[in-house]
T-cell receptor, first 116, second 109 residues
Framework: GAGVSQSPSNKVTEKGKDVELRCDPISGHTALYWYRQSLGQGLEFLIY????????KSGLPSDRFSAERTGGSVSTLTIQRTQQEDSAVYLCASSLDPGFDINEQFFGPGTRLTVL | LAKTTQPISMDSYEGQEVNITCSHNNIATNDYITWYQQFPSQGPRFIIQGYKTKVTNEVASLFIPADRKSSTLSLPRVSLSDTAVYYCLVGLNTDKLIFGTGTRLQVFP
């Protein structure tokens, strides 16, 4: 069955450019999460969506980062005026409903962002 | 959110049982304990989740003592393909996941 997909798989950009990362969650999953992982590090939470609303934006590192989700499905993470410290793997995950007893998050393969 | 502490790395040999212990001294009453596995260049994958006592599924067991201040992930008869980073997470099921640096397990032939 289809899992979480992300595009592009790799993105190389120049400092100062804007980038848009896309996540297609598993169909029917109401919760969607964005994380980022720097080389050799654990995952850092960025933002969480329940449906189309984002009750928790506490992890967004700066106002250059924004995210939206439409139709309770696809989500895009936008980074404006990219900086070299934004270079990382950006991971998206979805889960059926965080109210269930077991909140298993299914992760996509990630987008590797390199800012030159 | 409860902070977790786990060993940075562990080594094992194929066929052995591996136990990875995680400390979470300030776990809250409603917190669950969840373990994820991550291979290089892939997103993490859910292994097991529990609240108390023992949970077992087809790939692992999770042992949680009565005080819930620690937990142990048990991988029976590991193979080379179990070489990965293992993350212990503690929190509400409605929470985002807070990952530490995990335990890097290396399985040797």
């Amino acid at each position: 069955g289809a899992g979480v997909s992300q595009s592009p798989s790799n993105k190389v950009t120049e400092k100062g450019k804007d980038v848009e990362l896309r996540c297609d969650p598993i169909s029917g999953h109401t919760a969607l999460y964005w994380y980022r992982q720097s080389l050799g590090q654990g995952l850092e939470f960025l933002i969480y969506f329940q449906g189309n609303s984002a009750p928790d934006k506490s992890g967004l590192p700066s106002d250059r980062f924004s995210a939206e989700r439409t139709g309770g499905s696809v989500s895009t993470l936008t980074i404006q005026r990219t900086q070299q410290e934004d270079s990382a793997v950006y991971l998206c995950a979805s889960s059926l409903d965080p109210g269930f007893d077991i909140n298993e998050q299914f992760f996509g393969p990630g987008t590797r962002l390199t800012v030159l | 959110l409860a902070k977790t502490t786990q060993p940075i790395s562990m080594d094992s040999y194929e066929g052995q049982e591996v136990n990875i212990t995680c400390s979470h001294n300030n776990i809250a009453t409603n917190d669950y304990i969840t373990w994820y596995q991550q291979f290089p260049s892939q997103g993490p994958r859910f292994i097991i989740q529990g609240y108390k006592t023992k949970v077992t599924n087809e790939v692992a067991s999770l042992f949680i003592p009565a005080d819930r201040k620690s937990s142990t992930l048990s991988l029976p008869r590991v193979s080379l393909s179990d070489t990965a980073v293992y993350y212990c997470l503690v929190g509400l099921n409605t929470d985002k996941l807070i990952f530490g640096t995990g335990t890097r397990l290396q399985v040797f032939p």
